[in-house]
């Protein structure tokens, strides 16, 4: 008969404005057939991958949810383990026989290794004949499609960016919601039919080998399911103050619209709180939608209400800000579908790869803990390790100085922070980390180095979250907050538990520049 399987990938976790799942569902209508889905647990991949136990746990939470929502529309979400992590396309075709299955439908992921295990899926399926179809659905516009006059991919953001939006203007069809899948007729639930014990798969609560020791936090700071999603959204969106941000759940459970910044909303204040570590200041969506628990046309149609349909994007307002970062993944993906180097582990800029890493494992393992003797960068490495995610004035200034002050190869922070994100994203985490280290599409020169004394300044001005998360510095008062050693007399920086910088701002700063100009160099 004409069942159709819809293969659910990790970053398509939601049913809502789905379009390889809405393409699914119209499929097995067509056919008078059955929906249903297949998430395969791959703990291979995961581990090759280095995904976070924190995110792994996001994933499951987020399932059980869809699960959930999927089983109201009597449409099963079968769960399979993986023993192999290479035998999914088997594992696929062998489900497409035994549940009568015509069509498998999914979402395209760029990532090198996703991109050939889809190939194997098509290749695998095309022997018995099942059709497979894969559709655009992570990034708003398709990549490859906007080019330079040239014909080719943009390298650059803001030219690209200029074309996003004309293109997205143009095209508003890209950012319509896509239709909820219907529901299977309840005839598919009947004990003794042919599908009915689909229905037994149950998402597990932990994995082995990505056991969560904080699972309680996480659920408190970043709650599942796409109704929690929305309201991260809508409170961003909708909601003033925000003031609390270090440990405020990102759904904003615990914050009155009071305070200093009340005035305005969230979304409208988003040019200056966007830069505050302590605030609010940004969505916190990034776990929900490096997960896809909601889409990234769902955040700009959200905008687009307060703008009476228009889509707006520029550097002017909180709401035109905010939506070019959004389009900051669509370009990093862009990036990343374009250079499959990239997803490899290979600089950007090819001629990088000669630079010589100092590469100091005492000096990592330093940073990992927080013990720099940098506040903000060891505040922004302590909330890292605590809640799975950092703002991303502290992702910046964290990984500018691993890469440039401690001059270590920017693939360790990558797999670091791909080991301790809830939001760890290829395209994204590997464009952040090659921007910091220079290697990457920026067209910024290698000399940008920031000044961790002068952004803990600017980004921290009350010291606010350096005392949040560096509790020996709690009681440091005033500006010697940014540089204890510094700015205390002898005597009181010894009562502190807290170490003399690690390296010297200045000194470091030459010695990167020196090996940036000629990579080669020692
Ligand atoms: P908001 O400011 O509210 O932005 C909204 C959304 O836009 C984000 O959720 C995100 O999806 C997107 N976005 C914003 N800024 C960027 C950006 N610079 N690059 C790509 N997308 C962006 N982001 C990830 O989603 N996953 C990662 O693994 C990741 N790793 C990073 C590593 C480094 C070293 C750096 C410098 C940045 C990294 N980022 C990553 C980008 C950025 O820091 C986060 O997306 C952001 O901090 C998430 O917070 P938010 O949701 O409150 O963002």
Not at 465 to 490: C, D, M, Q, T
């Amino acid at each position: 008969d004409g069942n159709v399987i819809w293969f659910m990938g990790m970053k398509s976790l939601r049913i809502e404005d789905n379009r390889g799942l809405a393409h699914a569902s119209s499929l097995a209508k067509e056919r008078g057939g059955h929906l249903i889905v297949v998430f395969f647990i791959s703990p291979g991949d995961w581990k090759m991958h280095d995904r976070a136990p924190q995110r792994i746990d996001f994933v499951l939470r987020n399932l059980a949810e869809v699960q959930k929502q999927l089983q109201e529309l009597n449409i099963p979400l079968v769960i399979h383990t993986q023993k192999k992590r290479t035998d999914i396309p088997k594992d696929m075709a062998r489900f497409a026989k035994e549940w009568g299955a015509t069509s498998v439908v999914g979402n395209i992921e760029y990532e090198v290794d996703e991109c050939w295990r889809d190939i194997a899926v098509i290749k695998e399926l095309s022997k018995s004949n099942v059709h497979v179809d894969f559709l655009e659905d992570v990034y708003v516009v398709p990549a490859g499609v906007l080019k330079t006059g040239q014909g080719n991919q943009y390298s650059v953001f803001s030219p690209w960016n200029r074309s996003w939006t004309a293109y997205l203007s143009s095209n508003l069809d890209l950012i319509e919601e896509s239709p909820l899948p219907e529901a299977n007729d309840a005839s598919i639930r009947k004990k003794g039919g042919k599908l009915a014990p689909l229905f037994d798969s149950k998402v597990p609560s932990s994995v082995e080998g990505f056991e969560c020791e904080n699972v309680d936090y996480m659920k408190k700071l970043w709650p599942a399911g796409s109704h929690a999603a929305r309201t991260v959204l809508d409170n961003f969106i909708k909601r003033k103050g925000g003031e609390n941000g270090m440990d405020a759940p990102a759904t904003g459970d615990c914050w009155d619209d009071v305070g200093p910044n009340a005035k305005e909303s969230r979304i409208g204040r988003y040019g200056i709180g966007r830069n505050l570590v302590s605030e609010n200041g940004s969505s916190r969506l990034s776990p929900y939608l490096s997960a896809g628990v909601i889409s990234a046309r769902a955040c700009l149609r959200a905008t687009m209400n307060l703008e009476k349909g228009k889509l707006k994007v520029g550097r002017s307002t909180g709401v035109e800000m905010w939506n070019t970062e959004v389009s900051f993944r669509d370009f990093y993906g862009h990036v990343l579908a374009a250079w499959p180097r990239v997803s490899m582990q290979r600089n950007y800029i090819l001629k990088y790869e000669a630079v010589v890493w100092e590469n100091n494992e005492e000096h990592f393992k330093r940073w990992c803990e927080g013990k720099t003797g940098y506040p903000l960068i060891d505040a922004g490495m302590r909330q890292l390790a605590h809640s799975s995610w950092q703002h991303n004035r502290a992702r910046m200034a964290c990984a500018m100085f691993l890469t440039k002050h401690l001059l270590c190869d920017w693939r360790w922070g990558e797999r670091h922070y791909a080991r301790h994100l809830i939001d760890s994203d290829l395209a994204s985490n590997n464009a952040g980390w090659q921007w910091s280290a220079s290697t990457g599409t920026d067209p910024q020169p290698y000399f940008r180095v920031f000044n961790p004394t002068s952004q803990s300044e600017k980004c921290d001005p009350n010291g606010e979250y350096i005392r949040h998360w560096l509790p020996e510095l709690s009681g440091v008062k005033g500006n010697a907050i940014h540089e204890p050693f510094a700015r205390l007399s002898r005597s009181e920086f010894e009562k502190l538990d807290y170490p003399k910088p690690i390296v010297e701002h200045k000194a470091a700063r030459e010695r990167a520049l020196a090996r940036f100009k000629q990579p080669g160099s020692t």
